[in-house]
C-alpha cells in the first residue's frame, strides 16, 4: 500500500502543477472554448481546473463531466483521471469497479499509467479479482515503458510467486498487444 500512497501522491502533485496553470479565468474560458468544440486536452484541463478549483469554484462533479468527455474518446489521461475519481468518491460514489474499468482502457491502450493502476486493482483485488499474474502481467508491461513505480512494484509482487507464476505472467506480456485509438 506505501507504494500506492506514493504513487497517488506523486500523480496528485503532478496534477496541482499542470493544474496550477490554469489558475486565471481568462485560460479556463480558453480551455472551456476548446473543450466545448471538442478538444480533449482542454476538457482534461478544463475537468482539472474543476476538481481543484483553478480559476473556478471546486466542482467535482463538474470535473468528472469533463474528464468522462475526455475519457468517452479515448483520452488515457482523461480515463486514468476518471478511473481515479471513481476510485476516491470524487465527483461520483466510488466504485472500484468503474475505476477498473477506466483504468483498463488507458491500459489495453498501452499507457504506462493505467497499466500500473491496473496491476495494482489486481495485485490488492480492489475493482478486480486478486491475481498476482495478471498484477505482474501489467507491471511487466509498465515497467518495459520505464515506469519507475512499476518496476519496484514488480520486483516486490515478484518475490511472493512461484517461477512458475512469474514465468506466465512474462508470457501474457509478451503476448500483449496493444489496441488502437478509436
Partial sequence: MKTL???????????????????DDPQVENYRKAAEKGSI?????????????????KDEAEAV???????????????ILLGFCYKNGE??????VEAVKWFRKAAE???QSGQYMLGLSYQYGKGAPSNNV????????????????AKKTQFE?????????????????REFKPQKAP
Fill in 109 to 111: 491502450r498501452g499507457d
Fill in 134 to 149: 495478471e498484477a505482474l502481467k501489467w507491471f511487466n508491461l509498465s515497467a518495459a515503458q520505464d515506469y519507475e513505480i
Fill in 65 to 79: 463531466k469533463w474528464y468522462r468527455k475526455a475519457a468517452d474518446q479515448g483520452y488515457n489521461v482523461a480515463q
Fill in 5 to 23: 500512497r506514493n504513487f497517488i501522491a506523486f500523480t496528485s502533485a503532478l496534477l496541482l502543477v499542470v493544474s496550477s496553470q490554469a489558475a
Fill in 91 to 96: 465527483g461520483v460514489a466510488t466504485n472500484e
Fill in 41 to 57: 486536452f482542454d476538457q482534461t484541463m478544463l475537468g482539472s481546473c474543476y476538481e481543484y478549483g483553478k480559476g473556478v469554484s
Fill in 157 to 173: 509482487i515478484g518475490r511472493v510467486m512461484t517461477k512458475e507464476e512469474i514465468a506466465e505472467a512474462q508470457r501474457l506480456a
